[in-house]
């Protein structure tokens, strides 16, 4: 049997596989918290090894990041795919068909801000299906506390705002 640590590796790259989305630190860190494979703190160690590794690439905003596996950690999990065990392959599994839908939607709406030259704040609001880009919006306003409520907003608002935009463009 693989070392720990080795064998996190491979179920986190193992996991990126099964889905067609990025995951979040939250979603990959539940997961071996619910089946108690191990504690927080070495699951954040074990990321970090992957992304210096260069094995899983990361994207951060200010709330949320997401991970996917590069092409040297897909190889790598060709390689020592033997070493996740069959059970091990099945919880992720059912954690997966527990929880994709959910997952899919937390990954699929995305929003950010940052300050701009102006000392206003640029907000930036996504839309994604399968990694393309549905809907990406851009709106300037002049605090920190506007840029935080349309983040927190968009979660909940993104389709009547992409309906609404379809419906007055598509006219």
């Known amino acids: 049997m ?7 590796k491979l179920i986190i790259l193992y996991m990126l596989e099964k889905v067609d989305f990025p995951l979040t630190n939250t979603q990959i860190s539940n997961f071996f918290l619910e089946k108690e494979y191990t504690d927080y703190f070495t699951i954040q160690q074990v990321i970090h090894d992957l992304i210096d590794s260069d094995l ?9 990041t997401q991970y996917l596996a590069t092409a040297a950690g897909k190889e790598t999990l060709r390689y020592f795919r033997d070493k996740v065990s069959e059970s091990i392959q099945e919880d992720v ?7 994709k839908m959910e997952f899919k939607n937390e990954n699929s709406i995305l929003s950010d801000y940052y300050k701009t ?22 709106l300037t306003v ?10 927190q907003n968009w979660n909940t608002a993104s389709s009547d705002v992409y309906a609404l935009l379809m419906d007055a463009l598509l006219r």
């Open 93 to 99: 599994l059912d954690y997966f068909s527990n929880k």
């Open 117 to 138: 030259a102006d000392a206003g704040y640029a907000i930036r609001c996504q839309i994604k299906e399968r990694g393309n880009s549905l809907l990406d919006l851009t």
């Open 142 to 151: 002049k605090t920190k506390e506007q840029a935080e409520a349309i983040c």
């Open 56 to 64: 899983i690439h990361f994207e951060s905003t200010h709330n949320n």
């Open 2 to 8: 693989a070392e720990p640590n080795t064998l996190y």
